[in-house]
Every structure is written in structure tokens, then in C-alpha cells.
């Protein structure tokens, strides 16, 4: 499944970035000592994602040449990037992708992976604006409410690396084009980003996961 969907997102990203996939289910090998020690208390299947992340990383970063190094965690829990270096981690469905470029190039990076199943009809309130929710009854799928989640938490991952400001579900409002491409417009301010921002990325379906991809090339 990772191969699938790595040749699919592939075409969308533009030239200079390198992505990368690693088995979350896979023994938590390949750490440094700092990450080893970030995850010391955590259960084993978030130590084994959490290598993934890191190997995928890793993997990503040589192909463009970068040599290896650790990945340490925040204390916001958010990846610690190397000097003149952004990325973005997401694991879900049985694959963990890292994606990875020169800070110098770009401002941001967000990749969201999700399974593709509609979202539980209880959150959707907590989830979804109100003129997301007049859309999902148009929706015969049933998955544009993952899908809509799934951009959002790409988009927000993307702004994080500029704004370090958590958003609200409802801090964005996500309008897809009808093909592959979404719009994400902030609907308060957040520095850097004005309200009204909008901010462009993909949406696709490989097999049974969603991904989104968001990319805020530096200005």
C-alpha cells in the first residue's frame, strides 16, 4: 500500500521535496539516543510509529542528499527539524510517510494520512463548519467528512511550522474543486497568515487510505 500511494502523491509534489515510507508496525529500530529518550514512556505501538517517522525521515532526507541525522521531539511534541530543513510526519492505515524539504525553499509542509471512512456522525459538529456540514449532504460517498478533516489537519500542520499556533476545527473552512484540489480558507487571523488566507492542496484516495497533501513554498 505504501508504494501505491507514494507513486500517487509523487506527481503533486513539486520539485525539490522527497517522500519517504516506513512500516509502523515494524520493531522501533533505527533510533538516535535523543529520540530513544523523547519516547522512553510511551506504550510500544507509539514507540514503533514513532521509529517509522523517524526512519522515513531519515529515508527522505537522503534522497536529497542530506546526511542523517537525529529527529528530536518539541515539547509541543512537533518534530525538531535540523538546521535548514522542514518536513512533516503522518502515519495512519498501516503506513507512516515523512516528507521532507530545504527550509530555504520552503515555508511549511503538511501531509495528513487517514482511512478511508466516513468520520463518526457525533463529531462531525466539532469538525465541520456549518457550510462544510450543508455539503456533506450532497455527498453520496459518505467520505467527505474524512476528507475534510484530513485536509485540515494537512493544512494545519503546514502553518504550524510558521504561526506555532494550534487552530481550532473550525479556525479553517475546506472547499474542494471537484477533482483533486482543495482550498483551505483561515477563518481568523493567525500571524504570519491574515484572516482569509487560503492556502491550496491536494486530496486523493489510494486503496483504503485518504491523504492530503499541503506545501507553503517560501516567499
Known amino acids: 500500500m505504501s508504494e501505491a500511494l507514494i507513486s500517487a502523491l509523487r506527481p503533486l509534489l513539486p520539485k525539490g521535496l522527497a517522500l519517504a515510507a516506513c512500516d509502523p508496525a ?10 530513544t529518550a523523547a519516547i522512553a514512556r510511551a506504550v510500544p505501538a507509539r514507540r514503533r510509529e514513532f521509529a517509522a517517522g523517524r526512519r522515513a525521515t531519515r529515508a527522505a532526507m537522503a534522497i536529497l542528499g542530506l546526511p542523517p541525522t537525529a529527529i528530536a521531539m518539541a515539547p509541543d511534541r512537533a518534530p525538531l527539524w535540523p538546521q535548514g530543513v522542514t518536513g512533516t510526519i503522518s502515519h495512519s492505515a498501516g503506513t507512516c510517510m515523512a516528507l521532507v524539504g530545504l527550509s530555504e525553499h520552503w515555508a511549511g509542509l503538511g501531509l495528513d494520512l487517514e482511512p478511508a471512512l466516513p468520520l463518526p456522525e457525533d463529531i462531525l459538529v466539532t469538525i465541520c463548519t456549518p457550510t462544510e456540514r450543508a455539503a456533506l449532504a450532497q455527498d453520496p460517498s459518505g467520505l467527505l467528512s474524512r476528507r475534510l478533516f484530513c485536509a485540515k489537519e494537512a493544512t494545519y500542520k503546514a502553518q504550524y511550522a510558521q504561526s506555532r499556533r494550534l487552530l481550532s476545527f473550525h479556525d479553517l473552512e475546506i472547499t474542494f474543486d471537484g477533482s ?40
Not at 522501533?28 to 539516543?33: D, N
Not at 487571523?189 to 491523504?211: E, K, N, V, W, Y
Open 26 to 35: 515494524a520493531e522501533a529500530t533505527g533510533l538516535w539516543p535523543i529520540e
Open 180 to 219: 483533486h484540489r482543495f482550498s483551505a480558507q483561515l477563518q481568523i487571523a493567525c500571524p504570519p497568515f491574515a484572516r482569509g488566507t487560503h492556502f491550496a492542496g491536494h486530496s486523493l484516495q489510494t486503496g483504503d487510505i485518504l491523504a492530503a497533501l499541503v506545501t507553503l513554498p517560501r516567499l
